[in-house]
């Protein structure tokens, strides 16, 4: 699997939620690098397991709903 890559605001975007979710929870600053350091485990460590969680529910569903297409069949 590719490596789960952030855009720049988007990471930037998560390091904020994680500095802001340790001050509101935790009660506890952390610096950026701390931040960007647990964000890098994350999405190295437990991103592939929400993609793929991610993916099988999208196979679910697709599979759910493609008999739904047969609907939208054109009468002569």
Known sequence: ???IKLT???HKMAIEELKSYFQSEREEEISDLAAT???DFITKNIGPLIYNKAIKD????MGENID????LEKQK
Do not use: G, R, S
């Open 8 to 10: 720049p605001d988007q």
């Open 68 to 71: 739904e297409l047969f609907t």
């Open 1 to 3: 699997m590719k490596e």
């Open 58 to 61: 999208a196979h679910y569903l």
């Open 37 to 39: 350091l647990l964000l």
